[in-house]
């Protein structure tokens, strides 16, 4: 388990632009070492911002497209191409404007794919694919992903991990079906903290006045089923990215500014 770190941006744009200027770097140096690199992609607002930062960052081209592979942290169970699947805006965001290797794009699987509307099924298919990535040399049946990024949601929720659902106390499986979340739509396929944690490096990403509590509860020593983003963390570093209105709430000289 890593401490986490704080970076606190004045702005949303501003973080935005940070965050993807700091996830390039990670990939580069990733690629640079082991030839290639993994992602877990998060939606929401944050995440497709950092994304469509990064699509218009200069240094978007020191990445090799080619050697990176994609995964998600959650999705909600809809059908192929609806505009409420995380995928479907990660594509709008960049994805459709990098020459991604399709066959290293995992997307979670829709709920008129293969596995119908069985979302057990396809958490199950998906922890599958996720084993069959994972090396002799990872940590458990998912791969180290270099960079994981989660949002953090106002109620503390990461993924589709919200508090006091079944899901956030799975120590088991990697990945599970959602059933009943309290924001729509209720079915969903979400990681599992246990998948989170064997990322080297776990983002989470927090803007606006609405996250301020969300932060302040989650970095102040709650327990991760009622504040699942307090159970996220990565294993050599934990990173928590925020504007100036998420980190209002937050105790002043509590945690430590991380460095570049």
């Keep these: 388990m890593s401490a986490p770190q704080l970076v606190v941006h004045r702005d949303k744009e ?30 929401g607002r944050n995440g497709n911002g950092l994304l469509a930062a990064l699509g218009s960052a200069p240094a978007r081209d020191a990445i090799d497209w080619s050697r990176l592979d994609l995964w998600w942290g959650d999705e909600r169970f809809l059908p192929e191409g609806d505009p409420e699947r995380n995928v479907t805006q990660a594509r709008e965001a960049l994805l ?18 293969p596995y119908g ?6 958490a199950a298919a998906y922890a599958a694919e996720l084993a069959a990535a994972a090396g002799p040399e990872d940590h ?36 599970v079906g959602v059933h009943g979340a309290p924001k729509p739509p209720p079915t969903r396929v979400s990681l599992t903290l246990p998948a989170i944690r064997a990322a080297r490096e776990v983002w989470l990403l927090a803007a606006g006045e609405d996250k301020a509590k969300a932060a302040a509860i989650a970095l102040s020593g709650a327990g991760e089923f009622q504040a699942p983003a307090a159970g996220a963390y990565g294993r050599s570093r934990t990173l928590w990215l925020l504007d100036a209105a998420a980190a209002s709430e937050l105790p002043r000289g509590l945690y430590p500014p991380a460095s570049a």
Excluded: N, Y
């Design 117 to 122: 509307k069985d979302v057990d099924a396809a």
């Design 14 to 43: 501003l973080m935005a632009q940070a965050a993807a200027a700091r996830l390039i770097t990670r990939i580069v140096d990733a690629q640079a070492a082991r030839g290639s690199a993994s992602v877990v992609l998060t939606g």
């Design 96 to 113: 459709d404007s990098v020459p991604l290797d399709p066959a290293r794009v995992h997307a979670m699987p829709a709920s008129d794919g």
């Design 140 to 175: 458990g049946s998912v791969p180290s992903f270099d960079v994981l990024m989660l949002g953090v949601g106002p109620d503390t929720h990461v993924a589709s991990l919200f508090p006091e659902l079944p899901a956030v106390r799975e120590t088991e499986r990697t990945v």
